[in-house]
Structures are given as C-alpha cells and as structure tokens.
C-alpha cells in the first residue's frame, strides 16, 4: 500500500513544471515537503504549491521561481483548480518589502513562497513539491512523454529551443521542457507560458488516467519513477492521504486559470500587477478548493 501510495503522491508531484536550468548528475531530486509543521489541511480540501526553479545546478531551495501554481482539489466533491502566478508578479513579500513573487524562493525557499502565496490569496496551503530541469526531463523520458493539444505554434529556436506545431501531438521529454519553458514565441510572454504549464499539468493527469484505466498494472511504471526521482520530507500517513486524492481524479474536473495582471514597471524592472479581480478567484478556490 505505501509503495502503491508513493507512486500515486508523484503523480501529484510530477504535476511541476519544469524551467530553464541544468542538473548535476548527484543533485537532489524532485523534492515533496510541508508547509506546516503538522499536516491540518481545511476539511475536505488539499492545497498544493507547485514550484519550478531557475537553479542551473541540482535543485536547491533558494533560487528563483520560474514556475508557480496553487493546486487545489476537494476531496468531497473530486474537483480542484490550478492557479497559475506570472513569475514576474509584484507582490508583498514577508519580511523582504516588496518584489518579483519569484524572488521569495531565493530569499527564504520553498517556505517563504508558500507564506508570499499564503498572505496574497488566504489560502492555506498543504504542501509544496520543486523540481528541476534534468530531473523533470529523467522523469518524462521514463513516462515515454505526454500527448496533449498546444494551442498555438511555438517557434523559439535562440531562446527555449521550441519548435511545436499547433494542435494535438506527442511531445517527447525535451520537447517538453521547451513548451514549459518558451515564452518569447507567444505575444502573451510569461503570462501565456504560465497558462500553458497548467495546461501541461492536466496533460500529465490524463496520461496517468489513461494509463491505469487501461491497464492498472500500469501503476508500477510510476512506483519505478517515485523510486527513482522523488525524495520525500513528509510522513507515509501523508503520503498515503495525498495517494487516495489522486487515485480519484479526473483531468476534466480541475480548471487551469491564471490570474489577471497587466504590464507594469517598478522603476527599471518589467513586471505585471496582479488585478483586484483575481480576489474572487482566490476565494472561490479556498471556499471550494476549485475554480
């Protein structure tokens, strides 16, 4: 049941999108942690921070956020919601004034972040999970890539190395990596990217769902995976909890939105505000877990 479990919890932890920066062979693996001392998650409810570095080496926990979402799911109802943050966003960051959100993973880790994200939106958040790059793309090759609609071509050969076409198609690990990464190719820049890392995080779901409702022997594939990548700072009760959550969800039952913003400076720096209006999202999503 544990090993059954772990594979499961990476489902949730593999959820991370992957950002421009390159591992060492030895470097620490794909890291799942709390961010509370005990876990008391609100009745029903699990919140989970999904973290991408921009670490060019291993993955440590003070580096900068490429990669930002609130992953919420009701365990009553079996919906959830994927809340995705520009990296660029300007916010009140505890203790350090205010900055870039990505800026609180170098200033204090995956902890601060987590307490940045706590004190904007209201939302107590469970766990965080941080990948990086050498890892994400061990992980996807393993997985055998995922298949999933892209919205619009991505052409970047001088920046993330995108070369998508538009529509349904399977991408292989570094492809994948470059649709999670690529930016430039879209007029939306990070704003669309974010957007499309939510998108790549459901892909991923259905390709768990897809699997295992074809062929439950199929599990083991992704105890293989767990074993290999994750490295784990919470409990096997935990772990077990965040395993019966997975086990029953279903891509087309969780929403991938990303707040509004608009395009700003802070003296010499480009950055977005996020609008009043992404108020109601953070309430829907700490009232219903969901969007």
Do not use: C
């Not at 670490?55 to 992953?71: L, Q």
């Amino acid at each position: 049941m544990i090993k059954r479990s772990a594979a499961l919890v990476v489902v949730l932890a593999t959820l991370v999108m992957a950002t421009a920066f390159t591992g060492a062979p030895n470097a620490a693996k794909l890291l799942v942690g709390r961010v509370h001392a005990s876990f008391q998650p609100t009745t029903g409810k699990v919140y989970i921070l999904v973290i991408g570095n921009d670490a060019r080496v291993g993955n440590p926990t003070n580096s900068r956020a490429d990669a930002i979402h609130i992953m919420g799911l009701n365990t009553e109802t079996m919906r959830g919601g994927i809340l995705n943050f520009p990296r660029d966003s300007w916010v009140p960051i505890p203790g350090y004034g205010s900055g870039k959100i990505n800026e609180a993973l170098y200033h204090g880790g995956p902890d601060l972040l987590a307490r940045t994200l706590e004190n904007l939106t209201g939302i107590t958040l469970d766990y965080w999970v941080m990948v990086g790059f050498q890892d994400f793309v061990s992980i996807m090759r393993s997985l055998g890539g995922v298949t999933m609609n892209v919205p619009q071509a991505a052409y970047d050969p001088g920046g993330s190395g995108a070369r998508l076409r538009a529509g349904t198609q399977h991408l292989k690990a570094q492809q994948a990596l470059a649709y999670m990464r690529t930016r430039k190719a879209f007029g939306g820049g990070d704003v669309t990217r974010t957007t499309n890392q939510g998108r790549f995080l459901l892909a991923l779901l259905r390709k768990l769902n897809r699997q295992v409702g074809h062929n439950p022997a199929a599990l083991l594939d992704w105890i293989a995976v767990t074993r290999r990548y994750a490295r784990y700072d919470i409990s096997a009760e935990e772990m077990f909890r965040l395993g019966v959550v997975a086990t029953k969800v279903k891509a087309r039952d969780i929403d991938n939105v990303t707040v509004p913003v608009s395009v700003g400076s802070v003296g010499a720096a480009s950055v977005v505000f996020i609008s009043p209006s992404a108020r109601s999202l953070y309430d829907r999503l700490r009232q219903n877990a969901a969007l």
